[in-house]
T-cell receptor
Framework: GAVVSQHPSRVICKSGTSVKIECRSL??????MFWYRQFPKQSLMLMAT?????????EQGVEKDKFLINHASLTLSTLTVTSAHPEDSSFYIC?????????????FGPGTRLTVL | KNQVEQSPQSLIILEGKNCTLQ??????????LRWYKQDTGRGPVSLTI?????NTKSNGRYTATLDADTKQSSLHITASQLSDSASYIC??????????FGSGTQLTVLP
């Protein structure tokens, strides 16, 4: 149980285009989903927290107009990187927390590798 | 400032050998501590969870310890296998939204 999927697993896009990444909780309802970014040989950095049906909370330094987050249902959150630039190239990982979970455990998705040319 | 420090940064061992990874933390409030394994290009997968009152917990060849007084944790891997090559991340759960990640230990197991 507690499986989180992401799609796509890899995406390559041209500079200036927008890219959407989906995060789904497959077998549980996720009241809260989290988006992380990870650069090579570094640990995960929280970008934003989204609660179903409400606006996302962004961490300091993360541009909300550039990284659009939508958490439209209890099983789906999307991250859209708008007007992507090469410096946005990174590994994006989502996680989901189940409603009523013990110890507030977050289950992580497999990640999406974004490369902006 | 909440921090999680891991050592060593990287480690190379031969297949079949044991190893121990270290994690020191200064996180408040403290809920629990988890060790995750992250394969290259994949998301983290939880190995163990330690709450404040627990000292030792095992999961197969993985054994985690926690000393809440000194705020230290360790992850011991027994009889390493090639598939153990990965990054091992120590994560401290604080409040409901707050996770503090260590920078990870990159383990390489050689045949």
């Amino acid at each position: 149980g507690a499986v989180v999927s992401q799609h796509p697993s890899r995406v390559i896009c041209k500079s200036g285009t927008s890219v959407k990444i989906e995060c789904r909780s497959l077998d549980f309802q996720a009241t809260t989903m989290f988006w992380y970014r990870q650069f090579p040989k570094q640990s995960l950095m929280l970008m934003a927290t989204s609660n179903e049906g409400s606006k996302a909370t962004y961490e300091q330094g993360v541009e909300k107009d550039k990284f659009l987050i939508n958490h439209a249902s209890l099983t789906l959150s999307t991250l859209t990187v708008t007007s992507a630039h090469p410096e946005d190239s990174s590994f994006y990982i989502c996680s989901a927390r189940e409603r009523g979970s013990s110890y507030n455990e977050q289950f992580f998705g497999p990640g999406t590798r974004l490369t902006v040319l | 400032k909440n921090q999680v420090e891991q050592s060593p940064q990287s480690l190379i061992i031969l297949e079949g050998k044991n190893c121990t990874l270290q994690c020191n933390y200064t996180v408040s409030p403290f809920s629990n501590l988890r060790w995750y394994k992250q394969d290259t290009g994949r998301g983290p997968v939880s190995l163990t969870i330690m709450t404040f009152s627990e000292n030792t917990k095992s999961n197969g060849r993985y054994t985690a310890t926690l000393d809440a007084d000194t705020k230290q944790s360790s992850l011991h891997i027994t009889a390493s296998q090639l598939s153990d090559s990965a990054s091992y991340i120590c994560v401290v759960y604080g409040s409901a939204r707050q996770l503090t990640f260590g920078s990870g230990t990159q383990l390489t197991v050689l045949p």
